[in-house]
């Protein structure tokens, strides 16, 4: 029974071709789609899931409540994790990760330099690897890093920096030109759906910090990973918690400050805090995504069920004929269905073909290594088959319904038209579904290219143009070179200004403190430090309201604050703040000599912190360089020069500021990019499916219209005729889709603190292009129709 239906939908298909090009070109494309947005957001959501432990390892992160605001921070104070280690008996173990970076040298056996790499570090302890189980190759995370100065080092940079891991162990590597670490172990190379992707892990008993007891000071290098024991719930550490933070953040008083325990699940997924992968894909992009995945799907299957009942009329005979043969409506019903489940087979081919061609192109969108492999990835597999028999009974059940359920007696006189077989107003539904779904999309598509421009175009308060910033060396010999090196790219033709750094004035790492305004008391909110030489506010474009710059100074002696500073404070007028003394952790104090206008010092998503700028010559990690636009080239070249015979045991590393500021909006991007083709694809689906759905309903008018035109009907009224009641469809779409796409939006702007007015003209510009391509569709078949010989439609009658 099975083989003859087939055979059967077979020969169905190929008699009508266009029908069947054009719903299995709709299905494919919607398949597609959704088989590479399953892909992606099953590779998000494994991030940090390859750990046996993982339901039970959470991350600390500290956050503060201001009656203004709120602050996240993926950082902690140093002292937390021990402390948490002592006064919370429900955790099992307690992780130190602390960011490093610097020079790493390798010698070889007559001691002469073989090797050296600029490379990013993270300072572990041994508990580190009871939370995370990475494969070790060589030697025993929990004996080997636990004398300081040890080194256990991936596959990978094994191989890098000696050629073979098997001969890494037993190896020294000499690290920021002053400590020399002893290769214990190798690990594997570990994913990269990694929060922290690890290359080199030195043994935390061998960090060194000026901040190791300080609870004042919160870093964003600074992480704390937790492992509940088993049969604990995260809601148990809530009283430890309040009596923790009462013990030892209440001195000397940081208003009010918290901690929380995230999931590790949720480190991928929390743009609030972020992680060491830089990487973070939010919940509100994955349901997005999986929207649109849902909307191309539908709209694909309204094409297929308004195309199949329009097609019904040509198959009435055929239908009359089999039940008075004795079919029973549920034969007829498997065999109608059976031809819908071999087109969305057949369309799930050309979605595999698709798929394989367009999936380079995303994975070099996210920057992730996407695989289509079936044999490596199962799910997809499933996927795929759930999702050909849920289109194939989504699309093929009501045309079935509606074609088995023909009368026998109208079928064979063919007697049957779309009016008359009930479904006219159920297509006209869902081509009003098809369309609003079709507007939301494009509406969407233009805010958020809109929002895009408008983060592009926004003054930060700063200047970022023609600003490189190349990284320099801390320790003590490097420093006597600074103002060497800085004199002599001053010297450089092209050079405008330059000025030694901690970080620029927007960046991804920030170091939170407590400070004090005229008093002994800390204000009730943290304030974001940088340092920063006397020539920072001439190199980034500062506007000073009041006061100065810093002066030329190699240790803190004064401050320069925003205005955000001084509002949190209730200071109104910038120049009363002059000469007034801050204290900064407990420690420093020093006069105000200069407020600057407001900059924004971390994305467009989070509104901007209080900061204040102080010299501190030991905290330089970096030179802006301002230079003339016309010579960026010639002058990257000179200062790598000038760089590198200034710290030649050093290596050269370099990057502009515009593009530390893009590299924030990578996920904005991304969805932007995103957007822009799956509008493009949703558009095609629904117009090609329009053209299919007008060709039928030209077909079965032919005599009316041939009726109309010799009646005296010119071909403008005929079309005219036709077009309507699409564009009427076409504006209820619209109209349908305006609260829906509004909610949508509104909810995906929140999250921005600076964001551009919602206004009319993203819904106007979207109903004008769904008006206009429905318009051009509709007319290009109906006119065909019009021009038709009323001869020809009318020589049989």
């Known amino acids: 029974m099975f083989k003859l239906n087939l055979k059967i939908a077979l020969r169905n298909l190929w008699k009508n071709k266009g029908y069947t090009l054009i719903n299995?070109?709709?299905?494919?494309?919607?398949?597609?789609?959704?088989?590479?947005?399953?892909?992606?957001?099953?590779?998000?959501?494994?991030?940090?899931?390859?750990?046996?432990?993982?339901?039970?390892?959470?991350?600390?992160?500290?956050?503060?409540?201001?009656?203004?605001?709120?602050?996240?921070?993926?950082?902690?104070?140093?002292?937390?994790?021990?402390?948490?280690?002592?006064?919370f008996a429900m955790l099992e173990d307690v992780a130190v990760l602390q960011r490093g970076g610097g020079v790493i040298k390798v010698n070889d056996r007559n001691g002469k330099e073989r090797l050296k790499i600029d490379q990013k570090t993270f300072y572990v302890n041994p508990e580190f690897f009871k939370l995370f189980d990475y494969p070790w190759l060589q030697g025993d995370p929990q004996k080997d890093l636990r004398e300081p100065h040890t080194v256990a080092l991936s596959e990978e940079m094994a191989v890098k920096l000696f050629g073979d891991w098997h001969r890494a162990v037993g190896q020294t590597i000499n690290y920021n030109n002053k400590t020399d670490?002893?290769?214990?172990?190798?690990?594997?190379?570990?994913?990269?759906?990694?929060?922290?992707?690890?290359?080199?892990?030195?043994?935390?008993?061998?960090?060194?910090?000026?901040?190791?007891?300080?609870?004042?000071?919160?870093?964003?290098?600074?992480?704390?990973?937790?492992?509940?024991?088993?049969?604990?719930?995260?809601?148990?550490?809530?009283?430890?918690?309040?009596?923790?933070?009462?013990?030892?953040?209440?001195?000397?008083?940081?208003?009010?400050?918290?901690?929380?325990?995230?999931?590790?699940?949720?480190?991928?997924?929390?743009?609030?805090?972020?992680?060491?992968?830089?990487k973070t894909t939010g919940m509100k992009e994955i349901w997005?995504?999986?929207?649109?995945?849902?909307?191309?799907?539908?709209?694909?299957?309204?094409?297929?069920?308004n195309l199949a009942t329009a097609q019904a009329v040509s198959r009435s005979k055929e239908v009359g004929v089999r039940k008075v043969m004795g079919s029973r409506r549920s034969d007829l019903m498997l065999q109608f269905l059976t031809e819908t489940l071999t087109l969305t087979f057949f369309a799930l081919l050309l979605a595999c073909v698709i798929t394989?061609?367009?999936?380079?192109?995303?994975?070099?969108?996210?920057?992730?290594?996407?695989?289509?492999?079936?044999?490596?990835?199962?799910?997809?597999?499933?996927?795929?088959?759930?999702?050909?028999?849920?289109v194939g009974f989504l699309a093929g059940f009501y045309p079935a319904m509606v074609l088995s359920g023909l009368r026998p007696a109208l079928a064979i006189k063919n007697k049957v038209s779309i009016g008359?077989?009930?479904?006219?107003?159920?297509?006209?539904?869902?081509?009003?579904?098809?369309?609003?779904?079709?507007?939301?999309?494009?509406?969407?598509?233009?805010?958020?290219?809109?929002?895009?421009?408008?983060?592009?175009?926004?003054?930060?308060?700063?200047?970022?143009?023609?600003?490189?910033?190349?990284?320099?060396?801390?320790?003590?010999?490097?420093?006597?070179?600074?103002?060497?090196?800085?004199?002599?790219?001053?010297?450089i033709p092209g050079v405008l200004s330059a000025s030694f750094c901690s970080a620029a004035p927007s960046s991804g790492d920030n170091n939170l403190t407590n400070f004090a305004y005229r008093g002994t008391r800390d204000a009730d909110f943290q304030v974001n430090t940088k340092s920063a030489d006397q020539d920072y506010i001439k190199a980034f474009g500062l506007q000073v309201l009041a006061g100065r710059a810093l002066s030329k100074s190699d240790t803190l002696k004064e401050f320069v604050v925003n205005e955000t500073l001084l509002k949190k404070l209730n200071v109104r007028n910038p120049q009363e703040a002059i000469g007034k003394i801050i204290t900064l952790g407990g420690r420093y104090k020093a006069p105000i000599v200069g407020v600057v206008?407001?900059?924004?010092?971390?994305?467009?998503?989070e509104a901007i912190s209080p900061v204040i700028l102080f010299s501190s010559k030991k905290s330089s990690s970096m030179l802006a360089v301002k230079m003339d636009s016309h010579q960026?080239?010639?002058?990257?070249?000179?200062?790598?020069?000038?760089?590198?015979?200034?710290?030649?045991?050093?290596?050269?590393?370099?990057?502009?500021?515009?593009?530390?500021?893009?590299?924030?909006?990578?996920?904005?991007?991304?969805?932007?990019?995103?957007?822009?083709?799956?509008?493009?694809?949703?558009?095609?689906?629904?117009?090609?499916?329009?053209?299919?759905?007008?060709?039928?309903?030209?077909?079965q008018r032919t005599k009316e219209m041939a009726i109309r035109k010799v009646l005296g009907a010119t071909t403008l009224e005929l079309v005219k005729m036709l077009n309507t009641s699409f564009i009427i469809m076409v504006f209820i779409a619209n109209l349908v889709?305006?609260?829906?796409?509004?909610?949508?939006?509104?909810?995906?702007?929140?999250?921005?603190?600076?964001?551009?007015?919602?206004?009319?003209?993203?819904?106007?510009?979207?109903?004008?292009?769904?008006?206009?391509?429905?318009?051009?569709?509709v007319s290009l078949r109906s006119y065909r129709a019009a021009k038709t010989n009323p001869i020809d439609a009318l020589k049989y009658e």
């Open 24 to 87: 299995i070109a709709g299905l494919s494309i919607g398949m597609a789609s959704c088989i590479l947005i399953f892909i992606f957001i099953r590779y998000q959501l494994s991030y940090d899931q390859q750990f046996v432990k993982k339901d039970r390892i959470y991350r600390v992160v500290s956050y503060w409540k201001y009656a203004e605001g709120e602050e996240f921070s993926k950082g902690v104070p140093m002292p937390l994790a021990p402390a948490m280690r002592n006064d």
């Open 181 to 278: 670490l002893k290769v214990t172990g190798v690990f594997a190379d570990i994913p990269q759906n990694n929060s922290n992707v690890i290359q080199v892990a030195i043994s935390y008993a061998g960090f060194e910090s000026r901040n190791l007891k300080e609870w004042n000071n919160v870093n964003d290098a600074s992480e704390c990973y937790v492992l509940l024991k088993e049969g604990q719930n995260v809601a148990d550490l809530q009283g430890p918690k309040a009596a923790f933070i009462k013990k030892y953040y209440v001195a000397p008083g940081t208003g009010k400050p918290d901690i929380f325990f995230q999931p590790l699940a949720d480190v991928h997924k929390d743009e609030n805090y972020g992680n060491f992968s830089q």
């Open 288 to 305: 997005g995504l999986a929207v649109i995945g849902v909307f191309l799907m539908l709209t694909a299957c309204i094409n297929f069920v």
């Open 356 to 390: 394989e061609a367009a999936l380079p192109g995303l994975a070099a969108l996210f920057k992730e290594k996407l695989s289509f492999s079936l044999l490596q990835q199962p799910v997809i597999l499933l996927f795929m088959l759930g999702l050909v028999v849920f």
């Open 420 to 491: 008359n077989m009930g479904g006219g107003a159920l297509r006209q539904v869902l081509v009003v579904v098809q369309f609003a779904l079709t507007v939301v999309l494009i509406t969407g598509t233009l805010v958020v290219l809109k929002q895009m421009q408008f983060m592009r175009e926004k003054p930060l308060g700063f200047n970022a143009s023609a600003i490189a910033l190349p990284n320099v060396p801390a320790d003590s010999l490097s420093l006597l070179k600074h103002d060497i090196l800085k004199t002599r790219i001053l010297n």
């Open 597 to 605: 206008k407001d900059f924004n010092n971390m994305n467009l998503r």
């Open 632 to 699: 960026i080239p010639s002058v990257m070249k000179n200062i790598e020069q000038t760089w590198n015979s200034c710290f030649p045991n050093n290596v050269y590393k370099s990057t502009f500021m515009e593009e530390d500021i893009n590299s924030y909006y990578e996920s904005e991007q991304v969805m932007g990019a995103l957007f822009k083709v799956f509008a493009s694809v949703i558009i095609f689906i629904a117009f090609i499916g329009l053209f299919g759905l007008i060709s039928f309903v030209a077909t």
């Open 737 to 777: 889709a305006w609260p829906v796409a509004y909610i949508f939006i509104s909810r995906w702007l929140s999250r921005y603190t600076y964001r551009i007015e919602l206004n009319i003209w993203p819904f106007a510009v979207a109903m004008l292009i769904s008006m206009l391509v429905t318009l051009l569709t």
